[in-house]
């Protein structure tokens, strides 16, 4: 940690920051320039809060060098965390395909796309229950009905199932009922959700938030692994910029970066991405060839009366091309599904 | 609500879709030009996703010209909503400030702030018993026994108390131990906790997502309000963008935007959309000048030893220097506190 | 062009902007809803400012239908532009790569790099004669002498070059001595330069401004066209966003945006998107696999010693790894190289 | 400067950084933490590229600690700049509006607003000769008849004027015609203009870039100063955001930091921060009160017919109502028109 002093800081204040900083623990190491003073911290400051520093008298400006997670930091475990659901592996030079609708509308719906994205070459069954809407108008899922119909698909067809968990009160129910526990976007620093599904040992797939950055994304999985569950999957879905073409903006690179500085495992969503069913196909083929673990696709039997999101959803053909397309990428990668 | 075909979409497909729409009670225009169709909807389109209307073979893109918000509408309400809160009065001319520390820390401490911000002027007082922090080895908030201190805060200076809930589970104690509930940035689309409180009919203090829109934030106050509780407060809090020499960027525009969407009083929180202590005077000046209903400050007793945000927190004198100068705007632009 | 009225603006207001419309030229259709009044503006629009529409009394807001630019529209063609420099066809289905240092530093190391990156296979040397540098205390590039260095590695090894153009002045030198004249990203809205190489035949590689909208985009490639200079090759090279762990943020969306509305071919700069050796090749492999027509990739014989951009710059065995596996994603996209 | 190796550098890498750092005359210090190499570099870094050091082998990152611009830097000046243009002084506690049309559309036109402005208060005419749009189909300006229309003005008032140029080759005539050379936002970057306009001693009215960080904005005010002309005026504008409320979003922080780390003048221009009359004199009043050095305004006489920007137009009343506000204002801040 780097502690720049203000240009008019008294040798005094320097000081005292020095011995405040000396009492946590740390050592201390004086690289002032000749225009400021400057503390060089040595030491453990992954708990610490750069901006209580930045309160002490004199201080301008502190700068963190470490990140500030520990156990999703690669640097603490350098293999690649593989996620076991079922006979599926998720990590570590696997590719997972999870596939489904937004929303969960009726028994055949979900029956039927589930076979058809199963005979496609999806692993996991994704399918929205309880859905989070920005208009409190609009339709907001089949909720446990909708869980129990998806445990039919799961039935029927083998696959393990993914879908959103909004409130704490329901973690308990899905721990039980799904194999892999949604946290959406917008609930990304929903630290109450977190804790509580640390509290599990259920995998948790843990959407980025919407302009999250990667620190904070991978201070949300800490959030969780600090609970005591190590089973965390991040999954990219487009960030919010000022483009407006797409829904959002997809940040393959994000990919790259979360994977050099943690273990864990990223899949990429190009449905919520770009909201956009056309841009699907293509950015699937790229979020593979950027190195993702994996892509999280909506698909629907009948796009146009989708409940939900039915412009971003692929149709059982368009699905099946586009898994048909990844597979061809995969082999170029070196990456099986 | 206007519907824009591809150029390739056929005469059939645009007839399709024109019977969807009357099919769902609305009346068309074609309004098509040389190159496309274009299909004007006429009806009230604010039950509608226009994301739905997308996914119609043949639809290029569909632009909703009505806003999707209905009770936080000015259009249905021209006069200013004004909620009481014991004697004060929020909105419709009125200046409320809201002061207090990051997060209540003890006994002393919350009750000498109190004390303080009292004499200077504020009417609420602020303070955090629950607080999310980015990282999960933060200091978390004294919890239960923070609500008690605020309590007791309260009881001795007379001051009203906001404080911030983050678990739906927690609503009924925060219904009937605060004056004012706050959902935080991170929360604004935690669409549970908004359902929750809009099923109380206390006041509810909503700060703008990070990176929410406008109109995503008064869709989030249509939560609260589509529950039963009209009493809405705003609180612009900066938002997210590339620059990063303030924690956020101050979007004052946003209280002039809000005004004329809606009845609903906004204040402005100039200590987290900057993170620093030394903009916080002259932004809640301005904050007043733009027409602001209020602001929401941070004041710590002792801001080097804060255990939380003592860099953005003024102190006791500060404070008061920052209440005189907002006066004296205040006479220009004619409001009273 | 759809014109919505003000909530509260009279029918005389509304018939005073129909009557305006009409006398430019357009035909008008009422699409009024209850709230507000709505007209509908048909004929060709691309050649008004909606924010000039928005200025006449009574109106709230204007929103285009169609697309502002003609020329580089794909509704006005259909097959992709593919532009000849030699030999070498962009677009249409080739894939182009681009490759060379950041600047031009001597003789030695510009001709080392080209017969380097000529050998793996890149068809187009880059290298900066005059560069944009943040500091005016950073090296500016060797200016006319680094164009006859990039002349003369050119007659080596037949490759054509492209080099970056920034003063007006100098058009008629660059379009005597380079094949294709670069638009850096900060002078994508420097008017005065894109008129004075639309009135030249030369190609024209246009990058993206840091912030700049496909439309805005779209709309500085019409400038060429319009003067005349059809030969136009879009390079997104990443966009300005809160997230600062890469240098820009890779809008591979864009790519397929760009097909979608324009029938020029676009290129992508991994390197200066991310500003990340370690991430350029798996970003390139991605740009194949998304779709784009071509890459311009950093490469530099001595990325520790580059006079600039090192940091991102692939060494030649780096450059010739990613070569071999962008032509394996081409395999299964089905471009050549 | 602190470089932070990465976690598996070798200690060969990080003494090669190290020897190179002190080659180029830098003190070195080693900060280590357990698991990273850490360099604090001490010495004037502000003529080296952070990205350089980043290409060393074994380094990961590198921080700046101190600003790269030294003449903008108000550590090396602590008085405020004061710049004179005739009679009247720019910054040091002086406030200055300038108003004006968007563009000179004919003598009429802008002696008619010339002269109610400055009947309103105002000090400096404004008024576009040559105007950037981001259509080529878009009116462009009277070009040099719409200069000879302002020097008319300006005789005809007494008031200087302050428009914008787009290429170097106008820099004389503009040097010898106008009183403030403007920069537009589109050209903050454009390098070779900034070095034209700091060749002459003219004052130069600089708009923040439309994305430009604060850093940024102040080195396109070195590259001007570092020519030779000391003369900069700062220009806020807005900045681009996710939000579309408004054209741009305005920072007025930014004053505040340019103030803390500049001694260069600083204005506020809320006509193409909004897009949006209706927001002008609000914002134009929090300007005043956060501490800007002045005001630049839009006003015509005839907005609904003006040829660019009449949304963000003022007519000569509303101007005078703002006018008198902001000396309200003005009067509580301790700042004289």
Chains 1, 2, 3, 4 share one sequence.
């Not at 996620?83 to 969960?104: H, K, L, Q, W």
């Not at 509308?105 to 859905?131: C, F, H, P």
């Not at 919407?210 to 959030?223: D, Q």
């Amino acid at each position: 940690m780097i502690v720049k002093m203000k240009k008019e800081a008294t040798r005094e204040q320097m000081i005292h920051v020095e011995e405040i900083l000396v009492g946590k623990g740390f050592q201390v190491r004086d690289i002032s320039g000749i225009e400021y003073g400057v503390i060089g911290v040595v030491g453990d400051t992954s708990k610490i809060d750069v901006r209580d520093v930045e309160a002490l008298v004199g201080v301008e400006k502190v700068t963190r060098i470490q990140e500030p997670f520990k156990q999703a930091n690669r640097v603490f475990r350098g293999e690649d965390t593989v996620i076991e659901v079922g006979d599926i592996r998720i990590g570590g030079g696997n590719f997972t395909i999870m596939a489904g609708p937004c929303s969960v509308e009726s028994r055949d719906q979900i029956t039927e796309v589930a076979r058809a994205v199963n005979a496609s070459g999806a692993q996991v069954l994704r399918g929205g229950a309880y859905k989070p809407r920005t208009s409190p108008y609009a339709f907001q899922g089949m909720e446990l009905e909708g869980l129990e119909l998806l445990k039919e698909a799961r039935k029927e067809t083998g696959m393990p199932i993914v879908t959103e968990l909004m409130a704490p009160s329901l973690v308990e129910k899905f721990d039980e009922d799904v194999d892999i526990i949604q946290i959406g976007a917008r609930n990304m620093q929903n630290f109450d959700l977190l804790k509580a599904v640390g509290k599990t040992r259920k995998p948790v797939l843990l959407k980025r938030g919407m302009s999250a950055t990667i620190e904070e994304w991978l201070m949300a999985a800490e959030y969780i692994m600090a609970e005591g569950n190590p089973n965390v999957i991040l999954c990219e879905r487009g960030i919010r910029t000022y483009e407006k073409f797409t829904r959002n903006t997809l940040d393959l690179s994000a990919v790259l970066a979360v994977k050099k500085l943690s273990h864990l495992p990223v899949i990429v969503d190009p449905s919520h991405a770009t909201g956009k069913r056309w841009m699907v196909k293509d950015l699937a083929l790229a979020a593979a060839a950027v190195g993702a673990d994996g892509l999280m696709i909506e698909v629907h039997n009948d796009p146009e009366n989708a409940l939900c999101d039915g412009a971003q959803s692929l149709t059982p053909e368009q699905f099946e091309d586009t898994v048909r397309g990844v597979e061809q990428i995969l082999n170029v990668v070196g990456k099986k599904m």
